[in-house]
């Protein structure tokens, strides 16, 4: 009966020490900086969807990818001459899609979806990486107790993005 006892805590240490799941970075050692440089908003305003102006959602996007860096520790931020990486971004989409309707044929929840072109580069201006479309997305409801603004999913989409962002350059090596 002691001998069973003592084999399963032996059991679980080799399972879980097994498991795959890393908290360190993929990046190549050398790889320390990285710049953000402003993104570029070349959103097509003029394609017929209505209410699709959304000001400074750049700013917010480049902040928060910024912020992102800063908490995920992987990447420290420098100088565009002094880094490691440089990531180059254009916001080219934001779509408010209806989700859910209600028995009246009213919208009861949309989705927001941010798209950006990507390009990162490396210290001597090689392309590393490139995603022509990469987006983040949130949801929210217009009515109910889950009711939150468009603004509050607008930045709830932006952090969304950052963080994909972050996870592409960090993981994807």
Not at 39 to 52: A, T
Not at 81 to 100: C, F, H, I, P
Not at 126 to 138: A, I, K, R, T
Request: aromatic letters at 8%; glycine letters at 6%; proline letters at 4%.
């Amino acid at each position: 009966m002691k001998r069973s006892l003592l084999v399963i805590p032996l059991i679980m240490a080799s399972c879980l020490s097994a498991c795959g799941y890393s908290t360190k970075s993929s990046l190549p050692a050398h790889i320390k900086t990285i710049a953000v440089t402003p993104f570029v908003n070349k959103i097509d305003f003029q394609s017929g969807k209505p209410n699709v102006y959304v000001p400074l959602l750049e700013v917010k996007a480049h902040d928060a990818v910024i912020d992102q860096f800063l908490f995920d520790g992987n990447l420290r931020i420098a100088e565009e001459q002094n880094a490691d990486l440089v990531l180059k971004g254009e916001l080219t989409g934001y779509d408010r899609s209806a989700m859910r309707y209600t028995d009246n044929n009213d919208v009861q929840e949309y989705r927001i979806t941010i798209t950006v072109r990507l390009k990162m580069l490396n210290s001597h201006g090689e392309v590393m990486w490139e995603e022509p479309s990469f987006s983040g997305e949130d949801s929210y409801f217009l009515t109910g107790p889950n009711a939150t603004s468009e603004a509050g999913a607008i930045e709830d989409a932006v952090k969304d993005l950052a963080k994909r962002i972050v996870e592409r350059t960090v993981e994807d090596w």
